[in-house]
Structure formats: structure tokens, C-alpha cells
């Protein structure tokens, strides 16, 4: 199994950036499709973004396109998000998650129980 921890989270002020990082032990991160998913208080977990095990694909919520980009690192074992002019709305704890399949095309990825394996969460609270 593989064990994710993620960081880079903290207080920002609208406009500024964050990355994010996930990193993986247990197993290497090139067995893995991934993903970044967020939850804010009193709401459902949302799809972020999540990326093939090459890196090759990758996709976003529409609320981040343009402005968060994933990627990943597999000889590093560590994946990342790098969040760019954020706002108020992107405040919430953000968790990465692993899944290990042979395909990565169609839109399971877009779904968090689809996701085996997940991270303890990093916050980002952004400030107006």
C-alpha cells in the first residue's frame, strides 16, 4: 500500500499562490493515478484536479482551470499542486488521493470513491 502525506498549505491572501505537495512512501508513485480533491466546512468533498501515472493527462474543475495546475514528479514520489490567483472560495482542507488501475480515460477519476488511497489533508484558507 501507499502512504500519503501532503503539505504546503497555509494562509494566503487573495491574488497570491500556493504549492502543494503530496508526498508518497510505501510504494512507488508511478503505480498510481492521482488526484486532489478539497472540502470545505460544511460541504461535499470536490474534484479538483487529477493526473495519469505519466503525467501525460490530466484534468480540472472548471472552478480552477486557468488558475491551478498538477503535476508530478514519480522518480521524487511526490505529486504537487501549484495554485495560482486564489480566492476566498478555494478556503478549504485539501487531500490527495491514489488509485491504482490500468486505465485512466473516462471519468472515474472524478470521483473520490473511486480513490483507495488518501492523504490526512493540508489546509488553505485564503483571505479577502
Known amino acids: 500500500q501507499v502512504q500519503l502525506v501532503e503539505s504546503g498549505g497555509g494562509l494566503v491572501q487573495a491574488g497570491g499562490s500556493l504549492r502543494l505537495s503530496c508526498a508518497a512512501s510505501?510504494?512507488?508513485?508511478?503505480?498510481?493515478?492521482m488526484g486532489w480533491f478539497r472540502q470545505a466546512p460544511g460541504k461535499e468533498r470536490e474534484f479538483v484536479a487529477a493526473?495519469?501515472?505519466?503525467?501525460?493527462?490530466?484534468d480540472y474543475a472548471d472552478s480552477v482551470k486557468g488558475r491551478f495546475t498538477i503535476s508530478r514528479d514519480n522518480p521524487k514520489n511526490t505529486m504537487y499542486l501549484q495554485m495560482n490567483s486564489l480566492k476566498p472560495e478555494d478556503t478549504a482542507a485539501y487531500c490527495c488521493?491514489?488509485?491504482?488501475?490500468?486505465?485512466?480515460?473516462?471519468?472515474?477519476?472524478?470521483?473520490?470513491?473511486?480513490?483507495?488511497?488518501w492523504g490526512q489533508g493540508t489546509q488553505v484558507t485564503v483571505s479577502s
Open positions: 510505501g510504494r512507488t508513485l508511478r503505480s498510481y493515478h
Open positions: 493526473i495519469s501515472w505519466s503525467g501525460d493527462s490530466t
Open positions: 488521493a491514489a488509485e491504482e488501475r490500468t486505465y485512466y480515460s473516462g471519468s472515474w477519476h472524478y470521483d473520490p470513491d473511486e480513490y483507495d488511497f
